[in-house]
């Protein structure tokens, strides 16, 4: 086994079983990780015996081949991750990436989707599908994730055991293996019901029996539930039967609508954060323009000053003249 090879096995195992990083995190720093590789074996070089001038190097490549700001921010951030690692195990006597700083990620706003819109998308789940059973389920899905505002892989891996029982609150397993507890309004219990029906139906009518998924929304994929990309395809077909602008709409606008619209009927920050599942408010901050535009609206129409405040107040006394 080369030594990058060793090196990147080493690490993944070992923020595997310290952080219980999910399996597409993983994913990532070893795309992230491979690509920095091969970039040093064009120059003679490997993890090894790379410096903090390979590593600025690859930052430059990056930039030049027009990778995304944020896409040279996070494999800057693996790279870090790593030599730190190295550094700590002693693999290396430096670290040549600690000093180095990396291109500066722009929080921009979400994407949005209006209440009207979401309405539309709702409607569409419940009219696009070929059979009964997937409007059940793409309603259900739907309808959960606008009122719990899950990630796409807390909702498409939901437990059976989670949901069963008519709950007002779910428990939900999140990044970290952190568990938070997130309530379901009317429409997501009633959807939830309806489909938990279906699925007991067909699990106790007739022909060959088959185990039962533990998962609410199963699949023949090779976990056993319905996958991101497909949800993410899913969404898109569903904007696009709705008159919406697919381009616009994926599921993480859908979350993002959760936690705007929330905002805008007065839910508090802190409260948005436990429920979106940040590790910190910073994170949630990001939604505080809608709290900018309705400290806008209130002054602007609850202002004494305001001529929409008060339409038929008397005009002033520099007015009068």
């Not at 970039?39 to 903090?52: E, I, N, S, T, V």
């Not at 996070?74 to 991750?81: E, F, H, K, N, T």
């Not at 539309?120 to 389920?137: C, I, N, P, V």
């Not at 939901?158 to 939900?172: T, Y």
């Amino acid at each position: 086994m080369a030594a990058a090879d060793r090196w990147l096995g080493l690490y993944l195992e070992a923020i595997q079983a310290e952080r219980d990083a999910a399996r597409n995190t993983i994913l990532s720093y070893a795309r992230d990780l491979s690509d920095f590789a091969d970039f040093l074996r064009g120059r003679g070089q490997d993890y090894a015996g790379a410096g903090r001038i390979d590593i600025e190097a690859y930052l430059v490549d990056q930039e030049a081949r027009g990778m995304a700001l944020a896409t040279r921010a996070r494999r800057l951030s693996a790279i870090r991750q790593l030599y730190r690692f190295a550094f700590l195990e002693g693999w290396r006597e430096d670290d040549p990436a600690a000093l180095i700083k990396g291109p500066k990620r722009r929080r921009a706003l979400p994407g949005n989707l209006s209440e009207t819109e979401v309405d539309r998308l709702l409607e569409a789940a419940g009219a696009l599908g070929r059979t009964e059973a997937d409007r059940l389920r793409d309603v259900c899905l739907l309808q959960l994730l606008y009122a719990t505002g899950l990630r796409v892989s807390e909702l498409v891996s939901l437990p059976l055991a989670a949901v069963r029982g008519d709950p007002r609150m779910i428990l939900v397993r999140g990044k970290g293996g952190r568990e938070r507890m997130v309530p379901l309004s009317p429409p997501a219990r009633a959807a939830l019901a309806a489909w938990l029906a279906h699925l007991d139906a067909g699990a106790e009518g007739g022909g060959p029996a088959r185990p039962r998924s533990p998962y609410l929304f199963p699949a023949r994929s090779r976990r056993g539930h319905m996958t991101r990309e497909r949800f993410f395809l899913l969404v898109k077909d569903l904007a696009r039967f709705a008159g919406l602008d697919a381009a616009k709409v994926s599921p993480h606008t859908l979350r993002h609508a959760f936690a705007t619209h929330l905002l805008a009927n007065g839910a508090d920050l802190r409260v948005i954060q436990t429920l979106l599942g940040h590790a910190s408010i910073a994170t949630t901050e990001i939604y505080t323009h809608v709290l900018e535009a309705r400290l806008r609206e209130l002054v602007l129409e609850k202002h004494p000053l305001s001529e929409a405040a008060a339409p038929d107040a008397a005009p002033l006394a520099s007015e009068r003249t």
